[in-house]
Protein backbone atom coordinates (compact mmCIF):
# COMPACT_ATOMS: atom_id res chain seq x y z
CA UNK A 1 0.00 0.00 0.00
CA UNK A 2 1.65 3.74 -0.82
CA UNK A 3 1.24 6.19 1.58
CA UNK A 4 -1.07 8.63 2.09
CA UNK A 5 1.14 10.77 4.37
CA UNK A 6 1.61 13.84 1.73
CA UNK A 7 -1.87 14.19 0.80
CA UNK A 8 -2.89 14.21 4.38
CA UNK A 9 -0.27 16.53 5.79
CA UNK A 10 -0.74 18.88 2.79
CA UNK A 11 -4.66 18.88 3.89
CA UNK A 12 -3.95 19.98 7.41
CA UNK A 13 -1.72 22.53 5.71
CA UNK A 14 -4.26 24.30 3.21
CA UNK A 15 -6.59 24.47 6.28
CA UNK A 16 -5.26 23.43 10.00
CA UNK A 17 -8.92 24.74 11.49
CA UNK A 18 -10.88 22.24 8.98
CA UNK A 19 -8.63 18.98 9.29
CA UNK A 20 -9.33 19.38 13.11
CA UNK A 21 -12.66 20.11 13.00
CA UNK A 22 -13.37 17.22 10.83
CA UNK A 23 -11.25 14.73 13.55
CA UNK A 24 -13.34 16.25 16.36
CA UNK A 25 -17.05 14.73 14.75
CA UNK A 26 -14.85 11.42 16.13
CA UNK A 27 -15.89 12.39 19.52
CA UNK A 28 -19.13 12.66 21.33
CA UNK A 29 -19.87 16.11 21.96
CA UNK A 30 -22.89 17.39 24.74
CA UNK A 31 -21.97 20.26 22.66
CA UNK A 32 -20.50 21.76 19.46
CA UNK A 33 -17.72 24.49 19.87
CA UNK A 34 -17.89 28.35 19.15
CA UNK A 35 -14.22 28.41 17.42
CA UNK A 36 -11.90 25.54 16.46
CA UNK A 37 -9.15 27.28 17.35
CA UNK A 38 -9.19 30.61 19.65
CA UNK A 39 -5.70 33.20 19.13
CA UNK A 40 -7.13 36.12 20.81
CA UNK A 41 -4.52 35.19 23.57
CA UNK A 42 -1.62 34.58 21.32
CA UNK A 43 0.32 32.67 22.26
CA UNK A 44 -1.81 30.91 24.30
CA UNK A 45 -3.82 29.01 21.90
CA UNK A 46 -6.73 27.16 22.92
CA UNK A 47 -8.62 24.60 20.63
CA UNK A 48 -12.47 23.95 20.54
CA UNK A 49 -13.71 26.28 22.47
CA UNK A 50 -16.90 26.78 23.89
CA UNK A 51 -17.33 23.00 23.45
CA UNK A 52 -18.37 20.49 26.25
CA UNK A 53 -17.83 16.99 26.24
CA UNK A 54 -16.18 14.18 28.75
CA UNK A 55 -13.33 12.41 28.82
CA UNK A 56 -14.78 9.20 30.93
CA UNK A 57 -17.98 9.25 28.56
CA UNK A 58 -15.58 8.65 25.59
CA UNK A 59 -13.66 6.49 26.79
CA UNK A 60 -15.75 4.11 28.88
CA UNK A 61 -20.14 4.82 28.49
CA UNK A 62 -20.14 5.78 25.34
CA UNK A 63 -19.07 2.10 23.78
CA UNK A 64 -21.32 0.66 26.30
CA UNK A 65 -24.39 2.56 25.07
CA UNK A 66 -23.24 1.41 21.73
CA UNK A 67 -23.76 -2.64 22.45
CA UNK A 68 -20.14 -3.35 23.07
CA UNK A 69 -20.04 -3.46 26.88
CA UNK A 70 -18.86 -7.06 26.88
CA UNK A 71 -15.61 -6.14 24.63
CA UNK A 72 -12.70 -6.07 26.54
CA UNK A 73 -11.43 -3.46 27.82
CA UNK A 74 -8.37 -3.35 30.16
CA UNK A 75 -6.10 -6.78 30.73
CA UNK A 76 -4.48 -6.89 33.57
CA UNK A 77 -1.30 -9.01 33.37
CA UNK A 78 1.40 -8.54 35.88
CA UNK A 79 4.12 -11.06 36.04
CA UNK A 80 5.57 -9.74 38.98
CA UNK A 81 2.72 -11.41 41.19
CA UNK A 82 0.94 -13.78 38.71
CA UNK A 83 -2.37 -11.91 38.76
CA UNK A 84 -4.27 -11.28 35.62
CA UNK A 85 -7.65 -9.83 35.26
CA UNK A 86 -9.48 -8.90 32.75
CA UNK A 87 -12.62 -5.61 32.64
CA UNK A 88 -14.84 -5.73 30.16
CA UNK A 89 -16.27 -2.14 29.23
CA UNK A 90 -19.31 -2.95 31.16
CA UNK A 91 -17.18 -3.67 34.47
CA UNK A 92 -14.83 -0.67 34.35
CA UNK A 93 -18.11 1.50 33.86
CA UNK A 94 -19.37 -0.45 36.90
CA UNK A 95 -15.96 0.40 38.67
CA UNK A 96 -15.59 3.98 37.45
CA UNK A 97 -18.74 5.06 38.16
CA UNK A 98 -18.37 3.40 41.60
CA UNK A 99 -14.81 5.25 42.39
CA UNK A 100 -16.78 8.58 40.93
CA UNK A 101 -19.08 7.82 43.19
CA UNK A 102 -16.66 7.54 46.53
CA UNK A 103 -14.96 11.20 45.52
CA UNK A 104 -17.50 12.70 45.43
CA UNK A 105 -18.55 10.84 49.10
CA UNK A 106 -15.39 12.49 50.19
CA UNK A 107 -16.24 16.24 48.96
CA UNK A 108 -14.47 15.58 45.57
CA UNK A 109 -16.13 18.03 42.75
CA UNK A 110 -15.09 19.48 39.38
CA UNK A 111 -11.89 21.07 39.34
CA UNK A 112 -11.17 19.92 42.38
CA UNK A 113 -7.33 18.01 42.08
CA UNK A 114 -6.31 14.39 42.87
CA UNK A 115 -2.88 12.88 43.31
CA UNK A 116 -2.74 8.81 42.16
CA UNK A 117 0.24 7.34 43.42
CA UNK A 118 0.06 3.93 42.61
CA UNK A 119 1.37 0.79 41.25
CA UNK A 120 0.51 -0.64 37.62
CA UNK A 121 -2.81 -1.85 38.81
CA UNK A 122 -6.46 -2.05 36.90
CA UNK A 123 -7.24 0.66 39.96
CA UNK A 124 -4.57 3.27 39.06
CA UNK A 125 -6.49 3.59 35.53
CA UNK A 126 -10.12 3.78 37.59
CA UNK A 127 -9.20 6.62 39.49
CA UNK A 128 -8.09 8.76 37.00
CA UNK A 129 -10.97 7.89 34.43
CA UNK A 130 -13.26 8.71 37.19
CA UNK A 131 -12.01 12.14 38.11
CA UNK A 132 -12.20 12.24 34.53
CA UNK A 133 -16.07 11.22 35.31
CA UNK A 134 -16.89 14.18 37.65
CA UNK A 135 -14.50 16.77 35.82
CA UNK A 136 -11.68 16.31 38.78
CA UNK A 137 -8.26 16.80 37.24
CA UNK A 138 -5.76 14.19 38.40
CA UNK A 139 -2.14 14.31 38.86
CA UNK A 140 -0.35 10.84 38.61
CA UNK A 141 2.94 10.73 40.72
CA UNK A 142 5.09 7.87 39.85
CA UNK A 143 4.18 5.48 42.56
CA UNK A 144 8.14 5.19 44.28
CA UNK A 145 9.02 8.87 44.07
CA UNK A 146 10.60 10.53 46.99
CA UNK A 147 8.83 11.83 49.60
CA UNK A 148 10.38 15.03 49.20
CA UNK A 149 9.38 15.24 45.81
CA UNK A 150 6.12 14.11 46.31
CA UNK A 151 5.83 16.96 48.34
CA UNK A 152 6.73 19.39 46.21
CA UNK A 153 4.26 17.78 44.07
CA UNK A 154 1.60 18.60 46.43
CA UNK A 155 2.33 22.05 46.97
CA UNK A 156 1.96 22.90 43.46
CA UNK A 157 -1.41 20.67 42.37
CA UNK A 158 -2.81 21.49 46.49
CA UNK A 159 -5.07 18.13 45.89
CA UNK A 160 -7.83 17.37 48.05
CA UNK A 161 -7.07 13.54 48.00
CA UNK A 162 -4.48 11.56 47.57
CA UNK A 163 -4.99 8.13 45.63
CA UNK A 164 -2.40 5.56 46.83
CA UNK A 165 -1.42 1.47 46.64
CA UNK A 166 0.20 0.22 50.28
CA UNK A 167 2.62 -0.70 48.39
CA UNK A 168 5.26 -1.15 44.78
CA UNK A 169 6.17 -4.19 43.90
CA UNK A 170 9.74 -5.13 42.12
CA UNK A 171 11.38 -7.86 40.93
CA UNK A 172 12.57 -9.27 44.58
CA UNK A 173 11.53 -6.42 46.73
CA UNK A 174 8.49 -4.44 48.08
CA UNK A 175 8.51 -0.47 47.49
CA UNK A 176 6.54 0.83 50.43
CA UNK A 177 4.22 3.40 49.18
CA UNK A 178 2.72 4.70 52.31
CA UNK A 179 5.35 5.29 54.57
CA UNK A 180 6.31 7.71 51.58
CA UNK A 181 3.35 9.34 51.45
CA UNK A 182 3.07 10.05 54.97
CA UNK A 183 6.50 11.65 54.80
CA UNK A 184 5.62 13.96 51.68
CA UNK A 185 2.29 15.38 53.56
CA UNK A 186 3.83 16.04 56.61
CA UNK A 187 6.79 18.08 54.33
CA UNK A 188 4.20 19.34 51.92
CA UNK A 189 2.51 22.74 53.00
CA UNK A 190 -0.70 22.13 51.78
CA UNK A 191 -2.46 19.08 53.67
CA UNK A 192 -4.86 16.83 51.48
CA UNK A 193 -7.94 16.36 53.28
CA UNK A 194 -8.23 12.44 52.55
CA UNK A 195 -5.96 9.92 50.93
CA UNK A 196 -7.64 6.55 49.38
CA UNK A 197 -6.02 3.54 50.32
CA UNK A 198 -5.70 0.36 48.12
CA UNK A 199 -4.27 -2.64 50.26
CA UNK A 200 -2.24 -4.70 48.32
CA UNK A 201 -1.67 -8.75 50.19
CA UNK A 202 1.64 -8.84 49.73
CA UNK A 203 2.02 -5.58 52.06
CA UNK A 204 -0.72 -4.03 53.80
CA UNK A 205 -0.29 -0.21 55.30
CA UNK A 206 -1.20 1.24 58.53
CA UNK A 207 -4.43 3.93 58.18
CA UNK A 208 -4.23 6.94 59.87
CA UNK A 209 -8.15 7.58 61.44
CA UNK A 210 -9.78 10.26 60.26
CA UNK A 211 -7.53 10.67 57.17
CA UNK A 212 -7.22 7.47 55.14
CA UNK A 213 -9.81 5.50 53.90
CA UNK A 214 -9.88 1.54 52.94
CA UNK A 215 -10.17 1.53 49.32
CA UNK A 216 -12.86 -1.86 49.33
CA UNK A 217 -14.74 -0.18 51.77
CA UNK A 218 -15.22 3.29 50.17
CA UNK A 219 -16.17 1.53 46.89
CA UNK A 220 -18.88 -0.93 49.28
CA UNK A 221 -20.29 2.32 50.41
CA UNK A 222 -20.32 4.62 47.31
CA UNK A 223 -23.36 5.14 45.11
CA UNK A 224 -22.38 5.39 40.82
CA UNK A 225 -22.08 8.77 39.36
CA UNK A 226 -22.46 9.77 35.85
CA UNK A 227 -20.39 11.67 33.91
CA UNK A 228 -20.39 15.43 34.29
CA UNK A 229 -20.16 17.79 30.98
CA UNK A 230 -16.64 19.78 31.20
CA UNK A 231 -15.51 22.70 28.70
CA UNK A 232 -12.95 21.48 26.20
CA UNK A 233 -10.26 23.88 27.32
CA UNK A 234 -10.88 22.24 30.98
CA UNK A 235 -8.12 20.61 32.56
CA UNK A 236 -8.15 16.87 32.58
CA UNK A 237 -4.93 16.28 34.17
CA UNK A 238 -1.49 17.64 35.15
CA UNK A 239 1.66 15.87 34.76
CA UNK A 240 4.66 17.04 35.97
CA UNK A 241 7.89 16.63 33.88
CA UNK A 242 10.63 14.55 35.14
CA UNK A 243 13.67 15.13 36.85
CA UNK A 244 12.70 18.64 37.67
CA UNK A 245 14.58 20.57 40.75
CA UNK A 246 12.75 23.49 42.39
CA UNK A 247 9.19 24.13 41.53
CA UNK A 248 8.34 21.31 39.17
CA UNK A 249 6.29 21.88 35.67
CA UNK A 250 3.17 20.70 35.49
CA UNK A 251 2.05 20.15 32.15
CA UNK A 252 -1.71 20.80 31.46
CA UNK A 253 -3.91 18.42 29.45
CA UNK A 254 -6.87 19.77 28.37
CA UNK A 255 -10.07 17.56 27.71
CA UNK A 256 -11.59 18.81 24.25
CA UNK A 257 -8.04 18.77 22.52
CA UNK A 258 -6.94 15.89 24.04
CA UNK A 259 -9.79 13.53 23.36
CA UNK A 260 -9.67 14.89 19.66
CA UNK A 261 -5.70 13.99 19.14
CA UNK A 262 -5.96 10.71 21.27
CA UNK A 263 -8.93 9.76 18.60
CA UNK A 264 -6.87 10.83 15.52
CA UNK A 265 -4.01 9.21 16.46
CA UNK A 266 -4.84 5.52 17.23
CA UNK A 267 -6.35 4.91 13.71
CA UNK A 268 -3.95 6.99 11.65
CA UNK A 269 -0.11 6.55 13.77
CA UNK A 270 -0.96 3.13 15.05
CA UNK A 271 -3.44 1.97 12.35
CA UNK A 272 -5.46 -0.44 14.49
CA UNK A 273 -9.59 -0.92 15.31
CA UNK A 274 -11.48 -1.15 18.00
CA UNK A 275 -11.51 -4.20 19.43
CA UNK A 276 -8.01 -5.26 18.57
CA UNK A 277 -5.35 -5.30 21.52
CA UNK A 278 -3.14 -2.69 22.10
CA UNK A 279 -0.20 -2.69 24.64
CA UNK A 280 2.08 0.65 25.32
CA UNK A 281 4.41 -1.17 27.76
CA UNK A 282 4.95 1.88 30.28
CA UNK A 283 4.08 3.04 33.40
CA UNK A 284 0.53 5.13 33.99
CA UNK A 285 3.13 7.78 35.57
CA UNK A 286 4.73 8.51 32.76
CA UNK A 287 2.84 10.38 29.54
CA UNK A 288 2.91 7.31 27.41
CA UNK A 289 0.73 5.79 29.98
CA UNK A 290 -1.81 8.65 30.10
CA UNK A 291 -1.79 8.33 26.18
CA UNK A 292 -1.65 5.30 25.80
CA UNK A 293 -2.40 2.87 28.16
CA UNK A 294 -5.36 4.86 28.87
CA UNK A 295 -7.15 7.34 27.05
CA UNK A 296 -6.15 6.54 23.60
CA UNK A 297 -7.13 3.18 23.22
CA UNK A 298 -10.29 3.57 25.19
CA UNK A 299 -10.90 6.46 23.18
CA UNK A 300 -10.96 4.28 20.50
CA UNK A 301 -12.46 1.05 21.66
CA UNK A 302 -9.55 -0.98 21.61
CA UNK A 303 -8.72 -3.29 24.43
CA UNK A 304 -5.70 -2.02 26.26
CA UNK A 305 -2.78 -3.88 28.68
CA UNK A 306 -1.88 -2.51 31.92
CA UNK A 307 1.30 -4.79 32.66
CA UNK A 308 3.46 -4.90 36.22
CA UNK A 309 6.43 -6.38 35.24
CA UNK A 310 9.96 -5.67 33.47
CA UNK A 311 11.34 -6.26 29.85
CA UNK A 312 13.86 -9.06 31.57
CA UNK A 313 13.50 -10.67 34.54
CA UNK A 314 10.12 -11.20 35.10
CA UNK A 315 10.52 -14.10 34.78
CA UNK A 316 13.08 -13.47 31.55
CA UNK A 317 13.80 -11.48 28.41
CA UNK A 318 10.60 -13.69 26.61
CA UNK A 319 8.02 -12.25 28.74
CA UNK A 320 6.55 -9.58 26.15
CA UNK A 321 6.74 -11.92 23.85
CA UNK A 322 4.54 -14.17 26.59
CA UNK A 323 2.19 -10.90 26.76
CA UNK A 324 1.61 -10.65 22.96
CA UNK A 325 0.77 -14.17 22.38
CA UNK A 326 -1.41 -14.97 25.71
CA UNK A 327 -3.29 -11.74 24.79
CA UNK A 328 -3.43 -11.81 20.55
CA UNK A 329 -1.65 -7.71 20.69
CA UNK A 330 -1.97 -6.53 17.72
CA UNK A 331 0.21 -3.19 18.60
CA UNK A 332 3.30 -2.48 21.11
CA UNK A 333 4.62 0.81 21.85
CA UNK A 334 7.18 0.48 24.00
CA UNK A 335 10.93 2.22 24.54
CA UNK A 336 14.67 1.67 23.03
CA UNK A 337 16.10 1.14 26.10
CA UNK A 338 13.14 -2.20 26.47
CA UNK A 339 14.79 -3.74 23.79
CA UNK A 340 17.97 -3.27 24.09
CA UNK A 341 17.51 -4.74 27.51
CA UNK A 342 16.10 -8.12 25.40
CA UNK A 343 18.96 -7.49 23.04
CA UNK A 344 21.40 -7.58 25.71
CA UNK A 345 20.33 -11.40 26.91
CA UNK A 346 18.57 -13.15 24.37
CA UNK A 347 20.87 -11.80 21.60
CA UNK A 348 20.09 -14.40 18.91
CA UNK A 349 16.39 -14.19 19.70
CA UNK A 350 15.95 -17.55 20.70
CA UNK A 351 12.97 -16.81 23.69
CA UNK A 352 10.97 -15.17 20.26
CA UNK A 353 11.04 -18.77 18.72
CA UNK A 354 8.91 -19.92 21.59
CA UNK A 355 5.66 -18.13 20.92
CA UNK A 356 2.85 -17.88 18.61
CA UNK A 357 3.04 -13.98 17.32
CA UNK A 358 1.07 -14.58 14.35
CA UNK A 359 -1.67 -11.39 16.11
CA UNK A 360 1.63 -9.18 15.99
CA UNK A 361 1.51 -6.43 13.49
CA UNK A 362 4.12 -3.54 14.49
CA UNK A 363 6.46 -2.52 16.91
CA UNK A 364 6.38 1.49 17.75
CA UNK A 365 9.36 2.63 19.82
CA UNK A 366 9.51 5.92 21.30
CA UNK A 367 10.79 8.00 24.47
CA UNK A 368 14.10 8.46 23.43
CA UNK A 369 16.77 8.34 20.68
CA UNK A 370 16.26 4.41 18.96
CA UNK A 371 20.07 3.27 17.20
CA UNK A 372 19.70 1.95 14.32
CA UNK A 373 21.23 -1.23 15.57
CA UNK A 374 18.54 -1.82 18.36
CA UNK A 375 15.91 -1.30 15.27
CA UNK A 376 17.62 -3.75 12.91
CA UNK A 377 17.54 -6.13 15.31
CA UNK A 378 13.83 -5.93 16.29
CA UNK A 379 13.41 -5.87 12.68
CA UNK A 380 15.24 -9.07 11.74
CA UNK A 381 13.95 -11.28 15.14
CA UNK A 382 10.71 -9.61 14.66
CA UNK A 383 9.61 -9.75 10.72
CA UNK A 384 7.00 -6.95 11.37
CA UNK A 385 7.92 -3.24 10.86
CA UNK A 386 9.76 -1.33 13.70
CA UNK A 387 8.84 2.24 14.03
CA UNK A 388 10.36 4.86 15.66
CA UNK A 389 8.23 8.12 16.14
CA UNK A 390 8.94 10.99 18.47
CA UNK A 391 7.39 13.04 21.34
CA UNK A 392 7.33 14.32 24.38
CA UNK A 393 5.32 14.82 27.75
CA UNK A 394 4.72 18.53 26.50
CA UNK A 395 3.12 17.44 23.34
CA UNK A 396 1.08 14.29 24.58
CA UNK A 397 1.33 12.38 20.81
CA UNK A 398 3.92 11.81 18.41
CA UNK A 399 5.43 15.08 16.68
CA UNK A 400 7.09 13.01 14.29
CA UNK A 401 6.39 9.66 13.05
CA UNK A 402 5.26 7.33 10.04
CA UNK A 403 1.86 6.53 9.94
CA UNK A 404 0.99 2.89 9.93
CA UNK A 405 -2.69 3.43 9.24
CA UNK A 406 -2.03 5.58 6.36
CA UNK A 407 0.42 3.66 4.51
CA UNK A 408 4.18 3.20 6.03
CA UNK A 409 6.81 5.93 4.42
CA UNK A 410 10.15 3.94 3.64
CA UNK A 411 11.79 3.20 6.78
CA UNK A 412 15.35 5.19 7.48
CA UNK A 413 16.94 3.49 10.23
CA UNK A 414 17.83 6.50 12.71
CA UNK A 415 15.08 8.31 11.69
CA UNK A 416 11.67 9.56 13.34
CA UNK A 417 10.31 9.68 9.48
CA UNK A 418 8.35 12.86 9.10
CA UNK A 419 5.98 15.48 11.52
CA UNK A 420 2.35 14.91 12.22
CA UNK A 421 -0.25 16.48 10.63
CA UNK A 422 -0.63 19.73 13.04
CA UNK A 423 3.26 20.11 13.54
CA UNK A 424 5.10 22.17 11.50
CA UNK A 425 8.09 21.29 12.55
CA UNK A 426 12.12 23.48 11.65
CA UNK A 427 15.58 22.96 11.87
CA UNK A 428 16.76 26.34 13.29
CA UNK A 429 19.95 27.91 14.52
CA UNK A 430 20.55 30.39 17.45
CA UNK A 431 18.71 32.93 15.35
CA UNK A 432 15.74 31.57 14.31
CA UNK A 433 17.20 30.81 10.83
CA UNK A 434 16.07 27.85 9.10
CA UNK A 435 19.06 25.47 8.22
CA UNK A 436 20.45 23.35 5.40
CA UNK A 437 19.14 20.06 4.72
CA UNK A 438 21.95 17.60 6.76
CA UNK A 439 23.07 20.44 9.19
CA UNK A 440 22.31 19.98 12.65
CA UNK A 441 20.35 22.91 14.56
CA UNK A 442 17.33 23.27 17.28
CA UNK A 443 14.63 21.23 16.10
CA UNK A 444 11.64 23.76 17.05
CA UNK A 445 7.56 23.86 16.23
CA UNK A 446 5.78 26.52 14.96
CA UNK A 447 3.23 27.70 16.62
CA UNK A 448 0.41 27.53 17.06
CA UNK A 449 0.69 23.53 18.24
CA UNK A 450 -2.38 21.15 17.71
CA UNK A 451 -5.02 19.59 19.95
CA UNK A 452 -3.48 17.57 22.42
CA UNK A 453 -0.22 19.75 23.69
CA UNK A 454 0.33 21.72 26.72
CA UNK A 455 -1.91 24.83 26.76
CA UNK A 456 0.23 26.11 29.27
CA UNK A 457 1.76 24.80 32.98
CA UNK A 458 -0.11 24.50 36.07
CA UNK A 459 -0.87 27.81 37.67
CA UNK A 460 2.46 28.99 35.65
CA UNK A 461 1.67 30.95 32.49
CA UNK A 462 5.25 33.03 33.24
CA UNK A 463 7.38 29.39 33.21
CA UNK A 464 6.01 28.14 30.11
CA UNK A 465 6.69 31.07 28.29
CA UNK A 466 10.09 31.17 29.41
CA UNK A 467 10.55 27.63 29.13
CA UNK A 468 9.65 26.86 26.22
CA UNK A 469 8.31 30.02 24.13
CA UNK A 470 10.73 32.92 24.61
CA UNK A 471 13.75 31.59 22.81
CA UNK A 472 12.91 31.12 19.55
CA UNK A 473 9.75 33.87 19.45
CA UNK A 474 6.78 32.25 17.29
CA UNK A 475 8.12 28.92 17.97
CA UNK A 476 7.68 26.02 20.73
CA UNK A 477 11.19 25.30 21.81
CA UNK A 478 11.37 21.15 22.08
CA UNK A 479 14.52 21.07 23.31
CA UNK A 480 16.04 18.62 21.18
CA UNK A 481 18.95 19.12 18.32
CA UNK A 482 18.93 17.32 14.93
CA UNK A 483 18.40 17.50 11.14
CA UNK A 484 16.24 16.69 8.26
CA UNK A 485 17.82 15.14 5.61
CA UNK A 486 16.73 15.91 1.62
CA UNK A 487 13.52 14.22 1.96
CA UNK A 488 11.72 16.02 4.95
CA UNK A 489 13.19 12.59 7.07
CA UNK A 490 13.60 13.99 11.23
CA UNK A 491 16.78 12.61 12.38
CA UNK A 492 16.36 13.28 16.51
CA UNK A 493 20.09 12.93 17.82
CA UNK A 494 20.35 14.41 20.82
CA UNK A 495 19.35 16.70 23.83
CA UNK A 496 20.21 20.02 22.80
CA UNK A 497 22.44 20.56 25.85
CA UNK A 498 23.80 16.92 24.32
CA UNK A 499 25.67 18.65 21.53
CA UNK A 500 28.89 19.10 22.41
CA UNK A 501 31.76 21.33 21.07
CA UNK A 502 34.73 20.00 20.44
CA UNK A 503 38.14 22.39 19.54
CA UNK A 504 35.00 24.73 17.39
CA UNK A 505 33.02 21.96 15.98
CA UNK A 506 29.58 20.74 17.15
CA UNK A 507 28.87 17.14 17.13
CA UNK A 508 26.14 15.40 18.32
CA UNK A 509 26.99 13.07 21.12
CA UNK A 510 23.92 10.77 19.53
CA UNK A 511 26.09 10.41 16.07
CA UNK A 512 28.48 8.79 18.37
CA UNK A 513 25.92 6.78 20.40
CA UNK A 514 24.67 5.28 17.14
CA UNK A 515 28.31 4.42 15.95
CA UNK A 516 29.05 2.28 19.26
CA UNK A 517 25.79 0.69 19.04
CA UNK A 518 27.00 -1.03 15.83
CA UNK A 519 29.94 -2.97 17.23
CA UNK A 520 29.43 -6.31 17.26
CA UNK A 521 29.65 -6.99 21.26
CA UNK A 522 27.98 -3.63 22.80
CA UNK A 523 24.48 -4.07 23.70
CA UNK A 524 23.82 -0.70 25.15
CA UNK A 525 25.74 2.58 25.35
CA UNK A 526 26.10 6.35 26.21
CA UNK A 527 27.83 9.17 24.99
CA UNK A 528 28.79 11.96 26.64
CA UNK A 529 30.82 15.15 26.69
CA UNK A 530 33.33 16.16 29.36
CA UNK A 531 35.25 19.28 29.93
CA UNK A 532 39.02 18.99 28.26
CA UNK A 533 41.42 21.99 28.91
CA UNK A 534 42.71 22.08 25.57
CA UNK A 535 39.63 21.61 23.84
CA UNK A 536 36.49 22.74 25.57
CA UNK A 537 35.02 19.02 25.59
CA UNK A 538 36.17 16.14 24.38
CA UNK A 539 33.64 12.96 24.60
CA UNK A 540 33.45 9.61 26.16
CA UNK A 541 31.96 6.47 25.80
CA UNK A 542 30.38 3.79 28.28
CA UNK A 543 29.60 0.51 26.95
CA UNK A 544 27.50 -2.41 28.04
CA UNK A 545 28.23 -5.61 26.79
CA UNK A 546 25.96 -8.17 25.27
CA UNK A 547 25.69 -11.31 27.99
CA UNK A 548 28.26 -13.69 26.98
CA UNK A 549 31.00 -11.82 25.63
CA UNK A 550 34.14 -12.43 27.62
CA UNK A 551 36.95 -10.97 25.65
CA UNK A 552 39.38 -8.54 27.10
CA UNK A 553 37.37 -4.87 27.60
CA UNK A 554 40.94 -3.09 26.37
CA UNK A 555 40.26 -4.83 23.13
CA UNK A 556 36.83 -3.96 22.95
CA UNK A 557 37.36 -0.29 23.82
CA UNK A 558 40.25 0.18 21.08
CA UNK A 559 37.86 -1.39 18.71
CA UNK A 560 35.14 1.29 19.44
CA UNK A 561 38.09 4.53 19.10
CA UNK A 562 39.12 3.02 16.08
CA UNK A 563 35.27 2.82 14.92
CA UNK A 564 34.21 6.27 15.59
CA UNK A 565 37.65 7.61 14.41
CA UNK A 566 36.51 5.70 11.12
CA UNK A 567 33.33 6.87 10.60
CA UNK A 568 33.62 10.87 12.24
CA UNK A 569 37.43 11.24 12.23
CA UNK A 570 40.14 12.15 14.39
CA UNK A 571 37.92 15.59 14.37
CA UNK A 572 35.45 13.85 17.00
CA UNK A 573 38.83 13.34 19.53
CA UNK A 574 36.93 10.63 20.57
CA UNK A 575 39.67 8.00 22.62
CA UNK A 576 38.51 7.15 26.32
CA UNK A 577 35.59 4.49 27.26
CA UNK A 578 34.80 2.47 29.54
CA UNK A 579 32.80 -0.57 29.68
CA UNK A 580 29.95 -0.71 32.67
CA UNK A 581 27.64 -3.58 33.89
CA UNK A 582 24.59 -1.00 33.48
CA UNK A 583 23.58 3.03 32.71
CA UNK A 584 21.90 5.18 34.87
CA UNK A 585 18.47 5.40 33.71
CA UNK A 586 15.06 6.91 34.92
CA UNK A 587 12.42 4.87 35.45
CA UNK A 588 11.33 5.57 32.43
CA UNK A 589 14.18 4.36 30.60
CA UNK A 590 15.48 7.44 29.79
CA UNK A 591 19.60 7.65 30.21
CA UNK A 592 20.93 10.55 32.80
CA UNK A 593 23.74 11.69 30.24
CA UNK A 594 23.64 14.91 32.55
CA UNK A 595 24.07 13.18 35.65
CA UNK A 596 26.75 11.29 34.28
CA UNK A 597 28.73 14.08 32.68
CA UNK A 598 28.80 16.00 36.11
CA UNK A 599 30.00 13.05 37.44
CA UNK A 600 32.89 13.17 35.02
CA UNK A 601 33.45 16.82 35.64
CA UNK A 602 33.29 16.49 39.77
CA UNK A 603 30.69 18.92 39.18
CA UNK A 604 27.59 18.69 42.75
CA UNK A 605 24.88 17.11 41.41
CA UNK A 606 21.16 16.41 43.08
CA UNK A 607 19.96 12.97 42.74
CA UNK A 608 17.38 12.93 39.82
CA UNK A 609 13.93 12.20 41.70
CA UNK A 610 13.51 9.52 39.00
CA UNK A 611 16.24 7.71 39.01
CA UNK A 612 15.74 4.05 39.03
CA UNK A 613 18.27 2.40 41.14
CA UNK A 614 20.82 5.38 43.01
CA UNK A 615 23.58 2.89 43.80
CA UNK A 616 24.18 2.87 40.22
CA UNK A 617 25.97 6.27 40.25
CA UNK A 618 28.94 5.14 42.34
CA UNK A 619 29.47 2.59 39.80
CA UNK A 620 29.36 5.19 37.28
CA UNK A 621 32.12 7.19 39.53
CA UNK A 622 34.25 4.45 39.83
CA UNK A 623 34.44 3.51 36.14
CA UNK A 624 35.18 6.93 35.36
CA UNK A 625 37.77 6.68 37.97
CA UNK A 626 39.04 3.93 36.01
CA UNK A 627 40.16 6.49 32.83
CA UNK A 628 40.99 9.35 34.61
CA UNK A 629 38.06 11.39 35.36
CA UNK A 630 35.51 12.06 38.31
CA UNK A 631 38.61 12.89 40.88
Given at each position: MTSGYEEVYARWQSDPEGFWAEAAEAIHWYKKWDTVLDSSQKPFYRWFVGGETNTCYNCVDRHVDSGRGDQPALIYDSPITGAKRTLNYSDLKDEVSRFAGVLRQHGIEKGDRVIIYMSMVPQAAIAMLACARIGAVHSVVFGGFAANELATRIDDATPKMIVVTSCGIEPGRIVEYKPMVDGAIEMADHKPDTCIILQREQHPADLIPGRDVDWEEAMAAAEPVDCVPVLATDPLYILYTSGTTGVPKGVVRDNGGHLVAMAWSMPNVY???????????????????????????????????????????????????????????????????????????????????????????????AGERSDPDTLEWAESQLGVPVIDHWWQTETGWVIGGNYSGLGLLPVKHGSASKPAPGFDVQIVDDNVNQVAAGETGAIVIKLPMPPGCLPTLWNNDDGYLSSYLEDFPGYYKTGDAGYKDEDGYLYIMSRTDDIINVAGHRLSTGGMEEILASHQDVAECAVIGVHDQLKGQVPIGFLVLKAGVNRPHEEIVDEIVSLVRTRIGAVASFRKATVVERLPKTRSGKILRGTMRRIADGEEFKMPATIDDPAILDEIGEALQGIGYAQ
Open positions: GVEPGEVYWAASDLGWAVGHSYIVYGPLTYGCASILFEGKPVGTPDAGVFWRIISEHKCSVLFTAPTAFRAIKRDDPDGKLIQQYDLSSFRTLFL
